[in-house]
Structures are given as C-alpha cells and as structure tokens.
C-alpha cells in the first residue's frame, strides 16, 4: 500500500499520507478511503468487457452532468485525471483516477439481505424502488446532454460479442440490438449498473447509487437487468418504482435487459469455470433471448 501510495501521490494533487482503507475492489479497479471524507477510486486499463479509458470517461462525464440535479444521492466529483504512465505501478496498469465524496452507508451485500427479516427485505426494496424512481426523474433535465455516453444495453451487447464467436448466436444479438434500439419507450438517464452492490444503504437516508462507469441513456427498464431473480424483494423494487415514477416497469422491456445481462454474463465467463457453469450461462441467454421474442 506505501508503494502505491507513494506512486499515486507523484500523479494525483492534493491526497493525504497514508494508509489508506481499501473500501471495496472489483474487476475494474480499487476504491480507498482517504480518511478525510473523500475517497479515491483508481481504475485499471482492463478488468471485464471494454476499456478502463472509456470507463473513466464515462463514470467522470457522468458525475459532471449529475451535479446538476437534486434529491438523490449521489457522490460528488471532485477531481479527476488519466495517469501519463499506466504501467508505473507494481500491480495492474491503471487508466484513471477518480476523487469522490464518501457518501454515508455501506453496499447492500446481496447474501445478507436474505438474512433480513422479510418486513425488513421489503422496506430496502421499496428504498431501493424509490430511489430509482427519484433518479430517472431528476435525470430527466439532463438526458439530452447525456445521450453522447450512449445507450448502455447496445453498448454491452457489442462488448458481449467480442467474445462470442458462434454465429447463430451472434445473429440473435444483432436482432436484440435492433429490438433495442426500435423500442418506443422515453429514453431517461440511466445508472447503466444498478446492482446490490452499486446500492449504498444507511439507516435513515435514501439509498445512494455509486459506480457510474456504465452510465448513458436508455428506456428506464434497463436499469433493472440485474434484478432478474423474481421474489418478494424485486416485487418490492418493482411497486415503489411504479409508485413514485407513476410507471409501472413494462414487463417487455424488462426481458430485453435481463437478455442483454444474459449475453454479458456469458461473454465474462465463456472461458472460465467448469464446462457445465459454460453450458449453464449459454442456457440463461437462450432462454433470456425467447423470452425477449428473439427466437433461432
């Protein structure tokens, strides 16, 4: 951690010596708490489909644009930049940095949250519910300047098939893009990631969205890809959505996003894993495919 820190600090102004606290590491880079209310998110050139570059682009941009409503909580931007020499680490190359406003509250952690006592499962899914509801709405204002981030669904489709050479396959995913993309629905703002994860929950504040380095603009359903597991906690998410936004989640659209997860979930994993784990995430897209009326 010294080292990092000490080669961090060569590029990035302003931070406070260390240790830091590593607050959560994925696919795509680490996050630290600097210990005086802010955090440091670095983002490494390669981790899962895409770029680190276009990663940090968009998570930057996106915060950028996001300052400007209110009501939901997000993480404040405060600095950012491109590192000149991504390879001047001990540990992965890195892209990007990001300094960001610790928001109060911890991720959901999706295991635990069964663990909750079903009254209290519920009340974090409305939560959750709302807050969506909050955010494509108080987005509304921005979406037009946000639509250079592009759409996150065609945009992870294409970086699905980057890995996934089977034509037939590949065929049905171009007819998904244009099923996408033909869909008569408003396009709003969109998280682009909206997992347990991405949720940070606190005893008295509406939940807050973090990780926007999948952000762009879309039909609202896309932002519920990753809620594909039915049950009482989705149901919940589902009714508080409807209840603030004034829009039930329309159950077609929902189907393409969960195909569009489908076909990211299979590109990450096609190579790893045990051959039946491949065998079952080609049997998720398929399904996910006809259910969204894309047939063979």
């Known amino acids: ?28 880079g680490t ?14 050139r390669n981790g899962g489909l895409g770029t680190g570059e276009s990663k ?20 404040r931007l405060l600095a950012g930049g491109r590192f ?22 911890r991720p959901v952690d999706e295991g635990g949250i069964y663990a909750l006592r079903g009254e209290e499962r519920e009340r974090l899914g409305e939560e959750i519910g709302a807050a969506l509801a909050h955010f494509h709405r108080a987005g509304a204002a921005i979406a037009e300047e946000a639509a250079k981030l592009g759409s996150p669904a065609l945009r992870s489709i ?4 980057m890995r996934i050479n089977d034509p037939a396959l590949r065929a049905r995913l171009e007819r998904l893009k244009e099923a996408i993309a033909a869909e008569d629905a408003p396009r709003v703002f969109l998280h682009g990631d909206v997992n347990f994860s991405n949720v940070l929950a606190a005893r008295g504040l509406r939940p807050a969205l973090v990780d926007f380095a999948e952000a762009g603009v879309g039909f609202a359903e896309e932002d519920f890809r990753h809620f594909d597991n039915p049950g009482p906690l989705r149901d ?20 393409l996003g969960i195909a569009v997860n489908a076909a990211v979930s299979l590109a990450l994993g ?8 491949g065998m079952r995430r080609v049997s998720f897209l398929d399904e996910a495919l006809r259910r969204a009326g894309i047939e063979d």
Do not use: C
């Not at 940090?56 to 993480?75: D, F, N, S």
């Open 56 to 75: 940090h682009y968009r998570e930057a941009t996106a915060l950028g644009l996001l300052q400007q409503i209110e009501g939901v909580r997000l993480p």
């Open 158 to 161: 294409s970086e699905a098939m």
């Open 84 to 105: 000149s020499n991504p390879y001047g680490f001990s540990g992965p190359p890195l892209a990007g940095w990001l300094r960001l406003e610790k928001l109060e509250g």
């Open 236 to 255: 919940a998410i589902f009714r508080s959505y409807a209840a603030v936004s004034g829009h039930p989640v329309d159950e077609f659209r929902f189907r």
């Open 1 to 28: 951690m010294s080292d990092l820190h000490d080669t961090v600090s060569a590029e990035v102004p302003d931070l406070p010596p260390g240790p830091w606290g590593l607050l959560g590491e994925g696919l795509w």
């Open 31 to 44: 996050v630290h708490d600097l210990g005086d209310g802010t955090v440091l998110k670095l983002v490494r």
């Open 270 to 277: 096609s190579n790893a894993g045990h051959p039946r784990e």
